[in-house]
């Protein structure tokens, strides 16, 4: 099993960006797929974004297309969302998760999840 743990949060103004970071620990981190998801007050957990284990594929949710972009470097076991043209509506609690799988159209199973940092966007 792999420990994630979520770095980066804050708040910041609408237009900012920020740099979510998530470091790994335990074995496997560099063979599986990894990713973020995020959970708005009073709303559903969704998908984000994720990368393949050799960092070579991406994938996003249509709503942050072109402002947000998913990197990792197994080396050191981390995992990186770099947030940019932040909006109110991407306040939320960003989750990094590990070792997922892609059920069709962006719906995906991750056995393992960070416990979360919060992005709060004010405008």
């Known amino acids: 099993q792999v420990q994630l743990r979520e770095s980066g949060g804050g708040l910041v103004q609408v237009g900012d960006s920020l740099r979510l970071s998530c470091a790994a620990s335990g074995r496997g981190f560099s063979a599986r797929v990894v990713g973020w998801f995020r959970q708005a007050p009073g709303k559903e957990r969704e998908f984000v974004s994720m990368?393949?284990?050799?960092?070579?594929?991406?994938y996003y949710t249509d709503s942050v297309k072109g402002r947000f972009t998913i990197s990792r470097d197994n080396t050191k076991n981390t995992v990186w969302l770099q947030m940019n043209s932040l909006k109110p509506e991407d306040t939320a609690v960003y989750y990094c998760t590990h070792a997922c799988i892609n059920f069709g159209s962006n719906r995906w199973n991750c056995d393992d999840w960070g416990q979360g940092t919060q992005v709060t966007v004010s405008s």
């Open positions: 990368i393949s284990w050799k960092g070579d594929i991406t």
